[in-house]
């Protein structure tokens, strides 16, 4: 990018930069993978583990029906978290790129959506709480105003309250990227389509929604992965009901069944791996980002 | 874009949209601040039964909330090292990745692995590692490297982004007034990118101080924060689960203001200087 080397000795320098980032990287992100990789195709007697190879771990992995409905959840949790956050996501950040007009403002409202991401999840999650339970604010309310003579059972310790945490916790993910992709936009585009007569429903279709399409893309693997490896909210927030395919690797964790765990880590890594590319085939994120 | 145009409904129909998920992003986190503050026979819901401090006092004084201060400690300290090791090897790196190297591609696919692999997976692969090593499991080693791979592909996204609006000509400039490639970096790239790194402190931070999923096989026997909230989570059924988020929120809230205060000073500092 540069352009100018004086010299050999120059050459040398991104590597050396870049040096504690790689080796960083094999040694804690490459290695460990690696390590469940190998881990999934061990021998346990459910005490000790043996360094022999099988493929048991898989064959009772696939032959399990369990296997395959803690996956249908977790991937519906995925998608439904997914449509919601997409919309949301969408709809605040074309507010705030194409209708709050002062920069100043916009910078402003952008904080205001993304300082709870500095704050703990687990906190945020907890404060559903006291509004969703039996005798939380929600049904207080409803029941007040004599919609309902009994407080609604679904809203706390169900799938809904799953969903509606995630909807919470992740939305951040995809306001982020989608303001930045939409405030790239040249408004002379749209201008000019006004120009020539184009509906604010062509703008929409035709212009910011194929333009904004790397935002979506990066938030969407963003809220993918992170709904695909959460355990915590499941556990929580269904009441111990809905089960996650992290939250059954962490009950064979807890009973030291690791090589059984590690092959369903290693299914996981290429269900998510599989989901990010199909995301990726949609839009080549890396070539758009070069823009 | 719209300037001098009249503000039609789509205006207040998306402003409303934007005001209710405000409302919905910091309204639950708000009724737990106010129920934090509940009276000594108040409960985990409204009403309010009375207003005290009661339950901050409980929090500091019982012992059955398990070693929040210890946890606390913990946190800080990871979060500290991890805000430092974030900041130098993102610049490093992200200034290594403006030229062409051999892995260059590779290198960013595994850090964009790191970032997305789920992190509770991670922390197996690293525990085990250190396992199959023969090392212990401890916050400040495993601990920390699970939380560097949290914080490290963000710290690069973020350089990423900074760089990519840094003007090399300054460095040029520089390097032809004969500064050496350390003197150029010390009082040229680094001060220009100081904003940046002031961003990618805060990320490393406060990514590092909420972790839970990687940290969680991997802190060993003694728990971080966030592990001894949860753990709350499952077994304290009184308004002191509120005081701790309370507490928590508000040392976070202060890490963020500090940061922009920060960030604000040097930006003001700065333009004083230009017009010098």
Known sequence: MSGRSSGGGTRLVPYLQVAPLALFTIAFVGIPIMTLLALSFWQTD???IYREFTLENYRELF??????????????FALITLVATTIIGFTCSYFLVFHVRSLKWQIALLLVCTIPFWTSNVIRMISWIPFLGREGLFNRAIMSMGLTSE?????????FSVVLTYIHLYTLFMIVPIFNSMAKINPNIIEAARDAGASGWQILTTI???LSRTGIALGAIFVVTLVMGDFFVARVMSGGQAASVVSAMKNQIDNLFYPQAAAMAILLIVVVALLVSAILRVVDIRSELAK | MAQGQKRGPGFYLLAAFFTLFVIFLYG?????????FQGTTGGLTLPMRGVSVHWFGDLLTSTRYGDLGGGLTRSILLGLLALVLTTV????????FRRRFVGAGPLFYLSIISLVVPGILLGLGISQMFQLLGLRLSWLTSGLVAHLTWTLPFGLLIMFAVLNRFDTSWEEAARDAGARAWATLRLVTIPILFPGLIAVALFGFTLSYDEMPRTLLTVGGKNTLPIEISNMTMTVTTPALYAIGTLTSALS???IAISFISI?????????????
């Not at chain 1, 032959?63 to 996956?71: C, D, K, V």
Request: no cysteine; net charge positive; aromatic share 12%.
């Open chain 2, 264 to 276: 604000a000073v040097i930006q003001k500092r700065r333009e004083r200087r230009a017009e010098d």
């Open chain 2, 89 to 96: 090897i993102s610049l490093f790196a992200g200034l290594a």
């Open chain 1, 208 to 210: 910011i929604i194929p």
């Open chain 1, 151 to 159: 407080p609604l059972d679904f809203l706390l310790y169900s799938q």
């Open chain 2, 253 to 255: 809230f202060a890490v």
């Open chain 2, 28 to 36: 639950p986190m708000l009724m737990i601040f106010i129920l934090s």
């Open chain 1, 46 to 48: 459910g005490i000790s």
């Open chain 1, 63 to 76: 032959t399990s029906g369990l296997t395959y409905r803690l996956f249908y959840t977790t991937i519906k």
